[in-house]
């Protein structure tokens, strides 16, 4: 799919607000609304916005902890990758898993209450034998700086 700057700028400003008003949005790029929400609607339906949602704080909901692991398979079939993989779809406390190039296999970020409920969770990761050989775990001990807004203009200049 052709974008053309107007598309690149409403994507840009969605990435940085979600809940802007149509009328807003296409105010900020320079459309009338029905051309803009049009554009949109295109955006969505070829998949290169995926969904809109809220950055919850969690520090004041309830006490937590961010957990990422470096985890290695016991086997590197497509079958054991394929396993583990709709594994990490159970478990609630994954909140983000990436399949790695290189020494590890997958990196797993993990939120649970304490690090007590990790190390059960791990556990039961282990028991339940979803293929995870070794594990490495990194406790974040601050947020610097969380998922950002990506940076099309870069991405898109480097072509």
Same mark, same amino acid.
């Given at each position: 799919?052709?974008?053309?700057?107007?598309?690149?700028? &409403?994507?840009?400003?969605?990435?940085?607000? +979600?809940? &802007?008003?149509?009328?807003?949005?296409?105010?900020?790029? +320079?459309? #009338?609304?029905?051309?803009?929400?049009?554009?949109?609607?295109?955006?969505?339906?070829? +998949?290169?916005?995926?969904? %809109?949602?809220?950055?919850?704080?969690?520090?004041?909901?309830?006490?937590?902890?961010?957990?990422?692991?470096?985890?290695?398979?016991?086997?590197?079939?497509?079958? #054991?990758?394929?396993?583990?993989?709709?594994?990490?779809?159970?478990?609630?406390?994954?909140?983000?898993?990436?399949?790695? +190039? @290189? @020494?590890?296999? %997958?990196?797993?970020?993990?939120?649970?209450?304490?690090?007590?409920? %990790?190390?059960?969770? &791990?556990?039961?990761?282990?028991?339940?034998?979803?293929?995870? #050989?070794?594990?490495?775990? %990194?406790?974040?001990?601050?947020?610097?700086?969380?998922?950002?807004?990506?940076?099309?203009?870069?991405?898109?200049? @480097?072509?």
């Amino acid at each position: 799919m052709h974008l053309d700057q107007r598309d690149l700028e &409403i994507l840009r400003i969605l990435s940085r607000d +979600g809940r &802007i008003t149509k009328a807003a949005l296409a105010d900020q790029v +320079g459309l #009338s609304p029905t051309p803009c929400w049009e554009r949109l609607k295109k955006l969505e339906k070829a +998949g290169l916005i995926e969904g %809109y949602n809220a950055r919850i704080n969690l520090k004041k909901i309830a006490p937590h902890v961010t957990v990422f692991v470096a985890a290695e398979l016991t086997d590197h079939t497509a079958a #054991s990758f394929q396993s583990f993989e709709a594994a990490m779809q159970r478990y609630d406390e994954v909140v983000a898993c990436w399949a790695l +190039g @290189g @020494g590890f296999d %997958y990196l797993l970020q993990i939120v649970t209450c304490d690090i007590d409920a %990790y190390q059960r969770l &791990i556990d039961a990761m282990l028991d339940a034998r979803i293929g995870l #050989s070794r594990y490495f775990t %990194y406790i974040v001990t601050k947020p610097v700086k969380g998922a950002g807004v990506p940076p099309l203009e870069i991405l898109l200049n @480097g072509r």
